[in-house]
Structure formats: C-alpha cells, structure tokens
C-alpha cells in the first residue's frame, strides 16, 4: 500500500502500531494485576497515553484512526 500513497493513488487509514501495542501492554497488566476486569465505565491511565474508559461492550480504543497522505506517510515506520 505504501507505494500507493507515496505515488498518490491512494490513501489508508492506520493506527499507531506502536501506541496500540503499548496500550494493550498496560491493559494486560492491569487485568493480571487484578486492578481493572473490563466492566463497562472503569477507567485507567496507560502510562504516556493518559487515561481511558472502557466501552460499553468491554472495548478499549486507542483513538481515532490517522489518514495516510504522502504528506504523512513518514510518521509511520512500518
């Protein structure tokens, strides 16, 4: 896909795979530590993140999803 929107015959929408993966690195301990069990409304900090909430289906979402342009293809080092 990258060569696509390099070439600007396209765009993609992408997380931050890095902050996704230290997201889930801070829920995994939480829930083994037994300080968060994914009820609806519970709230917690991840670290640099900051704080979240858990959805009301026991979701946990990093954020919105970042368009990919050749303007901000670089940020993603993947």
Not at 37 to 65: K, M, S, W
Request: glycine share 12%; aromatic share 12%.
């Amino acid at each position: 896909m990258k060569k696509y929107i390099e070439a600007g015959q396209a765009q993609d929408i992408w997380w931050n795979v890095t902050d996704l993966g230290y997201l889930t690195y801070h829920v995994a301990q939480l829930v083994a530590q037994c300080k968060i069990n994914g009820n609806p409304g519970e709230t917690f900090t991840a670290g640099r993140l900051g704080d979240y909430t858990v959805g009301d289906q026991g979701e946990i979402v990093l954020g919105p999803a970042k368009i990919v342009t050749p303007a901000n293809l670089s940020e993603f080092k993947f």
